[in-house]
């Protein structure tokens, strides 16, 4: 660390040489005197001792979201052809742009997916019923299509999942 004084003299500046602990209370204590090392104002009259305290903030996101929960469940079966939604909840909000990759269905069966005040849920309406007995694979931020990821810019690891509609609707 190095401390330099502004041209004036009325204030000065740490500059530390390495980052602080993340979510730590860090004391400091200026000592007044006239040793060297110590503060004093210009006339050489020793500053009174100050101390405080200062709290670290808990660093950068740097954990990627989850898919929490997905309606229909995954492995779900016996989904009613009916089904008024698709929709997936994740561990964090999410930025508002979605990745998602159908097989069994495409995206004539939904309509423009909306997302939650909160930015956790994404709900894809559908439009039309489903194909009876189909069984729907979804790929959440596919390889080829990903871009899903939180607000720290942490992206969501590719996720699939299935459901399987009624036979009988």
Do not use: C
């Given at each position: 660390?190095?401390f330099?004084?502004?041209?004036?003299k009325?204030?000065?500046?740490?500059?530390?040489?390495k980052?602080?602990?993340?979510?730590?209370?860090?004391g400091?204590?200026?000592?007044?005197?006239s040793?060297?090392?110590?503060?004093?104002?210009?006339?050489?009259?020793?500053?009174?001792?100050?101390?405080?305290?200062?709290?670290t903030?808990?660093?950068p996101?740097?954990?990627?979201?989850?898919l929490?929960?997905?309606n229909?469940?995954?492995?779900?079966?016996?989904?009613?052809?009916?089904?008024?939604?698709?929709?997936?909840?994740?561990?964090?909000?999410?930025?508002p742009t979605?990745?998602?990759?159908?097989?069994?269905?495409?995206?004539s069966?939904?309509?423009?997916?909306?997302?939650?005040?909160?930015?956790?849920?994404?709900?894809?309406?559908?439009?039309?019923?489903?194909?009876?007995?189909?069984?729907?694979?979804w790929?959440?931020?596919?390889?080829?299509y990903g871009?899903?990821?939180?607000?720290?810019?942490?992206?969501?690891?590719?996720t699939?999942?299935?459901f399987?509609?009624r036979?009988?609707?």
């Amino acid at each position: 660390s190095t401390f330099e004084w502004s041209p004036d003299k009325k204030w000065g500046r740490f500059s530390l040489t390495k980052s602080l602990p993340a979510n730590t209370s860090i004391g400091w204590t200026l000592h007044g005197g006239s040793q060297p090392g110590y503060f004093s104002d210009i006339a050489g009259n020793p500053l009174p001792t100050t101390s405080g305290s200062l709290q670290t903030s808990a660093g950068p996101d740097t954990t990627p979201p989850t898919l929490v929960s997905s309606n229909p469940a995954n492995g779900a079966t016996g989904v009613p052809t009916s089904l008024s939604s698709i929709s997936f909840t994740f561990s964090e909000p999410m930025l508002p742009t979605y990745s998602v990759y159908w097989v069994g269905i495409d995206s004539s069966y939904h309509s423009t997916p909306a997302w939650s005040v909160d930015w956790k849920t994404i709900t894809f309406p559908s439009v039309k019923s489903l194909p009876a007995g189909a069984t729907v694979i979804w790929t959440l931020n596919h390889p080829l299509y990903g871009g899903m990821g939180d607000f720290a810019g942490n992206l969501l690891l590719t996720t699939s999942g299935s459901f399987t509609t009624r036979v009988n609707p």
